[in-house]
C-alpha cells in the first residue's frame, strides 16, 4: 500500500474499528453488508439501516442499533425491510441504498432506496416512525435513477427531493419538487458530473442526505472516475443556498476522501467508498459519516461541519450557470 501523501488535509479521519459492521456479524448467512442510511434517535442511539446482500445477489435492508454509534450493534434475527415484488413490481431484483431523513412536519423518517426491477434502478419512498412498520409511497422516479433523499422541510412550500436519473447526456444529479410526497415535478439539474479527466467526470451522485448548516446546505457527493481496471469511487463536496438550494454557492475541486485502506480497496466491488448516512455529534458539529466500503463492509470516517465550510472557503468555486442555462 503506497504511504499517505503527508501534504494531503485530512477531512475525514476512519475510525481505528473499522470495519464496524460486516457479514461475519449478521444473525443468518449473508454475503455482505454495506451502504447504510445513518439516524441518531431522540435518546442518542444510532440507527443504521444496512443494505444486506445474499448469495442470489439480492439485496434488503436491516436494522443495526448501538447506543454509541461505533460498536455494540444489535441486529434483529430477521430483515427489518424486505423486497416485495408481489405489491411493488419494482422491488423484483432487491432494495438498495436508503437514505433517512427525519421530517419534523410529519413526525416520521423518510427512507428513500432504490427499487431494483424489470425496468432497471429506480428511487422508492417510504415512511416510518419506528423503523418496523414502514408505509410505502411506491416508485416515484423510475429507472435509471438513483441516489435519492428527501430534504427535511418544504423549500418555499414544496417537498424538495435530490436524485440521480441517467440520460444519454450523463449522469448528473437533480432536484425535483411535490406538494404531497407522490407527484414529483418541476426536475432541474442541480450538479453536473465534469468532463474529462477530473475525479467527478461522468458520473456524480448524492451520498447521504444533505447536510443543513447557517451558511447552506453540505452536499457530500460521489463522484466515479472510470480507469483501465475498472470505476473509482470517491468523495467530494459541494455547499447550496438554504432557502434556494437550485444555487451552488460553492463546489470544492479536489475529493475529500477515496478509497484507500485495504477494506476500501479490495472487496466485491474493489475501490469504493460509499456513504448513504450521517449522524451529527452531541456538539453539534462533528460528523460521523457511515459508508460501504467496496461494497463488502461497513466503515465509519469523522469530520466536522466547521473545517467541512473551512475547506470549501479554501477550495470551492462557484459552479458556472452557464452549465443550466446555456448563457
Ligand atoms: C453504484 C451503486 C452502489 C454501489 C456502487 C459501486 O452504482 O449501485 O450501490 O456501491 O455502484 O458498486
Partial sequence: MTARN???????????NNPILTAAQWPYATNSVFNPAAVRLPNGETILLCRVEDRRGLSHLHVARSTNGVDGWEI??????????????????????PRITFVEELGKY????????????????ALTEDFVHFERLGLIFPPDDKDAALFPRR?????????????????????SYSPDLRHWGDHRILMEARRGGWWDAGKIG???PLIE???????????????????????????FDLENPENCILRGDKWVFGPFEKDEREGDV?????????????????????????????????GSIQRTLDWLDRHGLPESHALHTGE
Fill in 6 to 16: 503527508k501534504h494531503h488535509e485530512i477531512l475525514f479521519e476512519r475510525h481505528s
Fill in 76 to 97: 434483529s434475527e430477521t430483515p427489518t425491510f424486505m423486497p416485495d415484488p408481489k405489491n411493488h413490481p419494482d422491488e423484483l431484483w432487491g432494495v438498495e441504498d
Fill in 110 to 125: 423518510a427512507v428513500a432506496y432504490t427499487a431494483f426491477g424489470w425496468g432497471g434502478p429506480g428511487v422508492s419512498l
Fill in 155 to 175: 423549500i418555499d412550500g414544496r417537498w424538495a427531493m435530490i436524485h440521480r436519473p441517467v440520460t444519454n447526456q450523463g449522469a448528473h444529479i437533480w432536484i
Fill in 206 to 208: 448524492l451520498s447521504p
Fill in 213 to 239: 448548516t447557517e451558511r447552506g446546505w453540505i452536499m457530500i457527493y460521489h463522484g466515479v472516475r472510470t480507469t483501465a481496471s475498472g470505476s473509482i469511487y470517491r468523495i467530494g463536496i459541494a455547499l
Fill in 270 to 302: 474493489d475501490n469504493v467508498v460509499f456513504p448513504c448516512g450521517y449522524t451529527i455529534g452531541d456538539d453539534g458539529d462533528t460528523i460521523n459519516l457511515y459508508y460501504g466500503a467496496a461494497d463488502t463492509s461497513i466503515c465509519l470516517a469523522t
